[in-house]
């Protein structure tokens, strides 16, 4: 089982819907929580922090956390063409001094 | 400033050559990282330094040798790569400590081994 698993993609919604983000991680021990946005042929920028259970919203973008399922999800409402890109979610136990990433989900959102 | 500078961004290598990456932030972040990422997969760590000291090394070939000067500088040495090794370089900072925020990663870069 890998550490941190993001659902499969690649994700597609139409211009102006909810695009539903999904992640899930291993290690109990895990504190913080991030989410990265990662354009075709550029850097992973950060997003999104959680580092509590519930929600944190921040513009279009909401983060979900459940430690007690140990899920965390990114909610984008009202999707843009310039939302089209992966998404990385990325885990972090502060002990072991680094993040560990899931494999990214690819949002396509068209037109 | 609020950016991870890394240069090169492009940089094309032989086997024999020897090159170096390197990364600077002014952000305070005392803890640095080096990333390798492949098309189409996550971000790799490689070395992890926290206070100007290596604290994570994943298992590395010593062709690639990590430097961190002082706390505003990250290097990374290359010698003898390979083929294989050409992939996207990517330096991050962030805080340390608990509840420390997220990476700020550099633009990275893009490595090719001929």
């Known amino acids: 089982q890998k550490e941190v698993e993001q659902n499969s993609g690649p994700l597609s919604v139409p211009e102006g819907a909810i695009a539903s983000l999904n992640c899930t991680y291993s290690?109990?021990?895990?504190?913080?929580f991030f989410w990265y946005r990662q354009y075709s042929g550029k850097s992973p920028e950060l997003i999104m922090s959680i580092y509590s259970n519930g929600d944190k919203e921040d513009g279009r973008f909401t983060a979900q956390l459940n430690k007690a399922s140990q899920y965390v999800s990114l909610l984008i409402r009202d999707s843009q063409p310039s939302d089209s890109a992966t998404y990385l979610c990325?885990?972090?136990?502060?002990?072991?001094?680094?993040?560990?990433f899931g494999d990214g989900t690819t949002l396509t959102v068209k037109p | 400033d609020t950016e991870v500078t890394q240069t090169p961004k492009h940089l094309v290598m032989g086997m024999t050559n020897k090159k170096s990456l390197k990364c600077e932030q002014h952000?305070?972040?005392?803890?640095m990282y080096w990333y390798k990422q492949k098309a189409k997969k996550p971000p790799e760590l490689m070395f992890v330094y926290s206070y100007e000291k290596l604290s994570i090394n994943e298992s590395v070939p010593s062709r690639f040798s990590p430097e961190c000067p002082n706390s505003s500088l990250l290097n990374l040495h290359l010698h003898a790569l390979q083929p294989e090794d050409s992939a996207l370089y990517l330096c991050?900072?962030?805080?340390?400590?608990?509840?420390?925020?997220?990476?700020?990663f550099g633009s990275g870069t893009r490595l090719t081994v001929v």
């Open positions: 990325a885990v972090k136990d502060t002990n072991a001094g680094k993040s560990t």
């Open positions: 991050a900072s962030s805080q340390e400590g608990q509840g420390a925020g997220g990476y700020t």
């Open positions: 290690d109990r021990g895990s504190q913080s």
């Open positions: 952000m305070g972040h005392r803890a």
